[in-house]
């Protein structure tokens, strides 16, 4: 997972780029102020100039990288913060100033409305919230230096406030070359566009590996929104052990899914509903009726976490041998690259690949339409071998293999299959019937008396065991009903090229599992802006001076700006190492689970100041109180309300209009920051600071509540699962609210 981990070391400079201006601004200007003569109002300005820029480009962001890419819009952002830093660099006047601060606060709009959306595309579901995290720790990596440096040039007897701000165009140099030179564009964006052989060849590349076969059939899946999605349950096992009681008309009822290893077939047996999974996705069930007000979302998704494999492999647990459904048959004669944009062949039939290599009567030939086909060669290297999707109803043999491809195992404990059955239609034509299934290991395999499977072998369970596994079962993204309407043979669907949209899908929006996203995305965005985290920052120095740090730096001939950078510089410093714990737990105990458990230490911080603003219990005390509450709030803060809005916000939109989304819930975050900036001095005027930290307090009680009510865990699932859980739970919300 190395590649996909530096990609992500690289896109986070920006995000260090943005809190190398926080921090270079907050101390720059001390000397701007003098320098230019500025009133309070002008002072303000400049500071907030940048908070405009970024409000101001996410409105459009999200949709233009839905439209352009997720790189250029990166390339876009080193380039502003490059030309900026020049300008700020030059600035012989107040309004030369604002345009470059202006400038600058377009770089940090897209940089962080996109990073997370280009990590969370790029990154293996199993390490994709430590990759996640790491925004905030450059983030506060670039503050600590920056303070460090502004420190050090304060101690000079004229500071240059215009060299403190021109230097963030050296690092955004670097973060130019990386944009440029180095990131690839999202595998993901690039399948949604048609683009397949670059997609191929990204995800090569980040997974450091050529069979790419299963993660290349999910990314096509991802492009659907919406669609009818049933959860079911079924029992796995090798097709050849079947128990041979089973009435003849029952194998109707099996799914069979193939490996690459000739004699080798495995079927999947539905079954009453009775895993974890399916009883929770049952409207009125016992386990949605135990907590008042819960969302059906939250219970879905903790019901597969409940049982989620111990392991961190991206092979799926439930087919220790399950290879690929994509088998590869033998040598064919046509040995070209495809262009998946051209589809210069359109009129032409094929034959399947697998014919006239096996006499089995029941294999139907072809099996696939052309538009499959083109599909199936983007997705696997050039070479002599192509692939052709066998689904046979009876046979246990697969074809002729001569070499494995990959598994459709997708991370997380899951694995992708299709089905296709076979039915009469009223006209007398066959029909067929094309299924997507998200399958999900349910525990560990068991025994069950008069199993209709059994699994022999060494590496696996002993015989008379079986797997049982819940599936989600929805129609494939790209499936065509203009196609199935021509009665083809197998199962039949069009090229990601031909559904590709150049503007945003707005309409999207209006879909159930689209807008309970939104409903989580923007309610933690706005929640974590009122949480208290400006205040706090606001009436740090302010605590610490009166803590007497600032006296003591004095004494030691530091005078109080420096002494002030200083401190800011050592708060900085603190976070960095939680957010690194931050990194660790952020897979393992999840994002839930780490809200659930820091919010409630915001909480008690908050309500100590607020208890030592109003009791006097001398100033060494107040003070002592005061700052440990400020170092418990940050450290706790950085650790999970910080990071996790984000990360969240990028995983829980489909593909297609993931950017237009996650651009909505970031520009609600800096509405939010604006909002809390300027209302404070007012606040404090009015209120005081007991009153501030008490309207904290509440808000991240009233935090703590949504999140235990509607934000699920999402740790460890590929992102086309998640999207899927949402329109499930969406589609089960609505019909309890209509029982």
Request: glycine share 10%; proline share 5%; with cysteine.
């Amino acid at each position: 997972m190395r590649g996909a981990a530096l990609v992500a070391i690289a896109a986070t400079i920006g995000n260090f780029l943005q809190g190398w201006d926080n921090a270079t601004i907050a101390g720059a200007i001390v000397y701007i102020k003098n320098d230019l003569n500025l009133g309070t109002s002008v002072e303000g300005l400049v500071v907030a100039m940048s908070l405009i820029g970024a409000t101001a480009i996410t409105t459009c962001s999200g949709a233009i990288s839905d439209w352009l890419g997720r790189r250029p819009m990166l390339i876009m952002s080193s380039m502003l913060y490059f030309v900026s830093g020049l300008v700020m660099l030059w600035s012989p006047n107040v309004y030369i100033l604002c345009l470059a601060r202006l400038l600058d606060g377009f770089g940090i709009g897209l940089a962080v409305t996109l990073v997370p959306v280009y990590i969370s595309e790029t990154a293996p579901s199993e390490i994709r919230g430590l990759l996640n995290t790491l925004p905030q720790f450059t983030g506060s990596g670039g503050m600590f230096l920056s303070y460090c440096m502004v420190f050090g040039m304060s101690l000079m007897d004229s500071p240059s406030w215009r060299l403190m701000l021109g230097v963030l165009s050296i690092p955004s140099l670097l973060y130019f070359a990386f944009t440029v030179f180095y990131l690839p564009e999202s595998p993901r964006w690039l399948v949604s566009k048609g683009r397949m052989l670059e997609a191929k060849q990204v995800l090569q590349r980040l997974r450091g590996r050529e069979d790419i076969s299963g993660e290349m059939a999910l990314l096509v899946e991802g492009l659907g929104i919406g669609g009818e999605t049933s959860i079911e349950e079924y029992i796995i096992g090798p097709a050849d052990e079947l128990d041979e009681s089973q009435e003849p008309g029952a194998d109707k009822d099996k799914i069979r899914l193939y490996g690459p290893e000739e004699g080798l077939s495995w079927v999947a047996k539905p079954v009453a509903g009775q895993s974890i999974l399916s009883i929770a996705s049952r409207p009125g069930s016992m386990v949605n009726q135990s907590i008042p007000l819960m969302d059906p979302l939250v219970t879905l998704f903790g019901s597969v976490h409940e049982k989620l494999p111990e392991t961190g492999s991206t092979r799926s647990m439930l087919f220790p041998n399950f290879g690929s459904m994509f088998s590869t048959a033998e040598p064919h004669a046509r040995n070209e690259q495809w262009d998946e944009e051209s589809l210069q062949r359109e009129g032409e039939d094929y034959a399947s690949d697998a014919a006239g290599g096996d006499s089995d009567d029941n294999l139907h030939s072809p099996l696939i339409s052309r538009q499959t086909t083109s599909l199936e060669k983007d997705m696997v290297p050039p070479a002599s071998h192509i692939s052709s999707l066998s689904m046979r109803r009876h046979s246990t043999l697969v074809q002729d293999v001569t070499e494995s491809v990959g598994g459709t195992g997708i991370g997380g404990g899951w694995q992708l299959a299709w089905k296709w059955s076979e039915r009469e239609g009223e006209d007398g034509k066959k029909e067929g019937g094309f299924k997507r299934i998200y399958l999900h290991e349910e525990g560990i395999p068991g025994s069950r008396r008069g199993s209709l499977v059994s699994l022999p072998g060494n590496d696996m369970p002993a015989e008379g065991e079986f797997i049982q596994a819940a599936a989600l079962v929805s129609q494939p993204a790209l499936y065509s009903k203009e196609l199935m309407d021509q009665h083809p043979v197998g199962p039949a669907m069009v090229h990601p090229a031909e559904t590709a949209s150049e503007g945003p899908v707005w309409t999207a929006l209006l879909d159930p599992g689209v807008k309970r996203a939104l409903l989580v995305g923007i309610g933690i965005q706005i929640l974590q802006q009122f949480s208290g985290i400006n205040g706090v920052l606001y009436y740090t120095p302010q605590i610490l001076e009166d803590a007497g740090v600032e006296v003591l730096l004095s004494n030691l001939g530091l005078g109080s700006d420096s002494a002030s950078f200083l401190i800011s510089a050592f708060t900085t410093l603190l976070m960095l190492p939680c957010i690194g714990v931050a990194m660790k737990l952020m897979d393992i105990s999840g994002r839930r689970r780490l809200l659930l458990t820091t919010i409630p230490v915001l909480i008690v911080s908050l309500i100590i100041l607020v208890f030592s603003e109003l009791v006097d219990l001398g100033t060494v005390v107040n003070a002592a109180i005061s700052t440990a509450c400020v170092i418990v709030y940050f450290c706790c803060f950085v650790m999970g309300y910080g990071p996790i809005p984000n990360i969240l916000c990028s995983e829980i939109f489909p593909t297609r209009v993931r950017g237009l989304c996650i651009a909505i819930c970031a520009l609600v975050y800096w509405i939010g920051d604006i909002i809390v900036t300027y209302t404070l001095p007012v606040m404090l005027s009015s209120i005081g600071l007991a009153g501030i930290f008490g309207i904290y307090a509440v808000v991240c009680l009233i935090s703590w509540v949504f999140v235990f009510l509607k934000v699920p865990e999402t740790k460890g699932m590929p992102l086309e699962v998640i999207t899927e859980f949402f329109a499930v739970g969406a589609r089960q919300a609505g019909a309890t609210k209509n029982e």
